[in-house]
């Protein structure tokens, strides 16, 4: 099977810095409604009110940037420009899922978009972006990472 490689989300206007907005906002009510159903199992972390968060951050990134996400990573990974049937797929163990469906919601990744991945440990993004950075530095690229974190990951030695 040849794949295209993906390309990032264009976020440069208002108007699609929106759609991007209510994208994330639709898919997670989708998703909330597939466990509820029990289509998707395990649960999920809703990335609903904090959408904004996503696409301003995303919006600052250039091609070959990279991103560490969280465990309520469905908007960083969207806004990014992963397919949502993709990740929708994934969420619900399916082959045709952005990981063939073994990784599910926490480990949502597409390195080919500088998704390094969701992450189930709190404060786990923080020391993978440096790493990536640090790569990137090394190699003489000005590419930038950047780390989701929420407020419950300060506590953290690592971060
Ligand atoms: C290292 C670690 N400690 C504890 C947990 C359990 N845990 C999962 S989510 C969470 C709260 C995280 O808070 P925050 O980062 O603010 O994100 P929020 O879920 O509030 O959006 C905790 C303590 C974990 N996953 N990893």
Redesign the pocket.
């Known amino acids: 099977m040849t794949t295209t490689a993906p390309a990032v989300a264009a976020l440069d206007t208002p108007e699609r810095r929106y759609r991007m907005l209510r994208l994330i906002r639709s898919f997670e009510e989708r998703a909330l409604d597939l466990v509820r159903s029990g289509v998707i199992t395990g649960g999920i972390?809703p990335y609903i009110g904090q959408e904004a968060v996503a696409v301003g951050v995303c919006a600052a990134l250039r091609a070959g940037d990279r991103l560490a996400s969280?465990?309520?990573g469905h908007g960083h990974v969207l806004a990014r420009g992963l397919d949502p049937a993709r990740l929708l797929a994934e969420l619900a163990g399916r082959t045709g899922g952005s990981n063939r469906g073994r990784g599910g919601s926490m480990h949502a990744a597409d390195l080919r978009l500088g998704i390094l991945g969701a992450n189930?440990?709190?404060?786990a993004g923080a020391p993978i972006a440096v790493g990536a950075a640090w790569a990137d530095r090394q190699a003489g690229s000005d590419a930038v990472a950047v780390a989701f974190?929420?407020?419950?990951?300060l506590n953290?030695g690592v971060l």
């Open positions: 972390h969280t465990h309520r189930g440990i709190v404060g974190f929420g407020d419950g990951a953290q």
